[in-house]
């Protein structure tokens, strides 16, 4: 599995972004797609994620209605639209792929075994 992430940028606080994370190799209904972001100094954290057929998500409770995240079947890419950003959403983003938990641990980044490269998104106050 491959993961390709993209989207990131400088936003200025209100403002909002689509991050993209294509995926392509041998995906299937198994998988969970997650996003995490790591901000400068901190730990990653949990963003996000979905199932590969795009019926469940689950969000961090702190970015609850700002955050979205979809996936577009045609093109084997999964979104996060981020609106309303601030400056502490100032992070890079990754996006992740797993199969191994059945969603139980869609929170957990040392379940996810495939990464993207990371896309930075910073948010100016």
């Known amino acids: 599995v491959q993961l390709q992430a993209s989207g990131g940028g400088l936003v200025q606080a209100g403002g909002s972004l689509r991050l993209s994370c294509a995926a392509s190799?041998?995906?299937?209904?198994?998988?969970?797609m997650g996003w995490f972001r790591q901000a400068p100094g901190k730990e990653r954290e949990f963003v996000a994620a979905?199932?590969?057929?795009?019926?469940?998500?689950r969000y961090a409770n702190s970015l609850k209605g700002r955050f979205t995240v979809a996936r577009d079947s045609a093109e084997n890419t999964i979104y996060l639209q981020m609106n309303s950003l601030r400056p502490e959403d100032t992070a890079v983003y990754y996006c992740?792929?797993?199969?191994?938990?059945?969603?139980?641990?869609?929170?957990?980044?040392?379940?996810?075994?495939?990464w993207g490269q990371g896309t930075l998104v910073t948010v100016s106050s």
């Open positions: 190799g041998r995906i299937n209904s198994n998988y969970v």
């Open positions: 979905i199932n590969w057929g795009g019926s469940t998500t």
């Open positions: 992740a792929a797993e199969s191994r938990s059945g969603f139980s641990h869609y929170y957990d980044g040392e379940y996810y075994d495939y």
